[in-house]
């Protein structure tokens, strides 16, 4: 099956600073790849996503980039805030829809005031 | 609107219980999952259901069934729980094969003892 790895697990950032955080997947038919963010407490939230025939998507502060010849794709968030400091999880599938989500093991993102 | 909700929030459960983890989405939905979450290992997928009456393994399904008898509700059921079955389960859903983003409840921790 799909194995997604993510990296860091942890990542401190002043605000202001970028953060990004990086996942390589296995299965070069996964074409789909979200990134969510899980708050404490809180179930995880769908915060953008790519499609495998896309290079770059863009919603605001945050960016995700997809190379699928070196099936790796990453996060960008720029301009930090305190309220982005949250858990990360990026995953992958190969059809659309969440029965087929391959999860990353997370990043604990802290930005500091 | 409610959107996923979840009960109870939080057990503690001897081992050799039977226990059922409820799951109830106003979203009318035609998929719905359940997920684990341990640290360090992400989220994995025990059971799916994409659509009501039918229900498929996912990639941790052993000692867990479901059971969809309509659109709204997907309970998880651990006949015997074993204390390896302490996580925090999370229940999501979405609209199906055509929509890809996942909603996910507040989730419930579980703890056998």
């Known amino acids: 099956g799909e194995n997604v790895e993510q990296h860091p697990s942890t990542l401190s950032v002043q605000e202001g600073d970028s953060a990004v955080i990086k996942c390589t997947y296995s299965?070069?038919?996964?074409?789909?790849f979200p990134w969510y963010k899980q708050e404490l407490g809180k179930g995880p939230q769908l915060i953008i996503d790519i499609r495998s025939n896309v290079g770059e998507k863009k919603d605001q502060r945050i960016a995700v980039t997809l190379n699928k010849t070196a099936k790796h794709f990453s996060l960008h968030i720029t301009e930090t805030q305190p309220e982005d400091s949250a858990v990360y999880f990026c995953?992958?599938?190969?059809?659309?829809?969440?029965?087929?989500?391959?999860f990353g093991t997370g990043t604990r993102l802290t930005v500091i005031p | 609107i409610a959107g996923i909700t979840q009960a109870p929030t939080s057990q503690i459960l001897a081992a050799g219980r039977r226990m059922t983890l409820r799951c109830t989405q106003d979203?009318?939905?035609?998929?719905m999952y359940w997920y684990r979450q341990d640290l360090g290992l992400g989220l994995r997928l025990i059971h799916y259901s994409n659509t009501a009456g039918t229900t498929g393994k996912g990639e941790v399904p052993d000692g867990y069934s479901v059971s969809r008898a309509n659109t709204d509700d997907f309970p998880l059921t651990l006949a015997s729980a074993v204390p390896s079955q302490t996580s925090v389960y999370f229940c999501?859903?979405?609209?199906?094969?055509?929509?890809?983003?996942?909603?996910f409840g507040q989730g419930t921790r579980l703890t056998v003892v």
């Open positions: 995953a992958a599938s190969k059809q659309t829809g969440a029965n087929n989500l391959f």
């Open positions: 979203m009318r939905h035609n998929a």
């Open positions: 999501a859903s979405s609209e199906g094969q055509a929509n890809t983003e996942a909603f």
């Open positions: 299965d070069s038919a996964s074409n789909y």
